[in-house]
Nanobody
Framework: VQLQASGGGLVQAGDSLRLSCSAS????????VGWFRQAPGKEREFVAAISWNGGITLYSDSVKGRCTISRDNAKNTVYLVMNSLKPEDTAVYHCAAARGSVPSSSRSLYGYWGQGTLVTVSS
């Protein structure tokens, strides 16, 4: 399966964005989807993840309370709504898929990665 992230852009601090992760085909029910981000000069870090039915979500401490992950399996799409954006949220955001029913923050568990989308937050 191929994943494509979109929705990034240049925004000001305090603004909101909705990122989308679209899959090329319908995926099995035994999968989770996560969002990761990589800022210039830094390692890729976990942002959020969601189980196939949306019943379990996981967030990093850095975005908890500001972001909401959701999915629409009929559209093969996972969304990440980010509110109250900060300059430190500036990064390339990637979505990835992993087998299993419980979402994880471990990058190594995700076997399918999409091209990222750049989010730039100005102060």
């Amino acid at each position: 399966v191929q994943l494509q992230a979109s929705g990034g852009g240049l925004v000001q601090a305090g603004d909101s964005l909705r990122l989308s992760c679209s899959a090329s085909r319908r995926t099995s029910s035994n999968n989770t989807v996560g969002w990761f981000r990589q800022a210039p000069g830094k390692e890729r870090e976990f942002v959020a993840a969601i189980s196939w039915n949306g019943g379990i979500t996981l967030y990093s401490d850095s975005v908890k309370g500001r972001c909401t992950i959701s999915r629409d399996n009929a559209k093969n799409t996972v969304y990440l709504v980010m509110n109250s954006l900060k300059p430190e949220d500036t990064a390339v955001y990637h979505c990835a898929a992993a087998r299993g029913s419980v979402p994880s923050s471990s990058r190594s568990l995700y076997g399918y990665w999409g091209q990222g989308t750049l989010v730039t937050v100005s102060s």
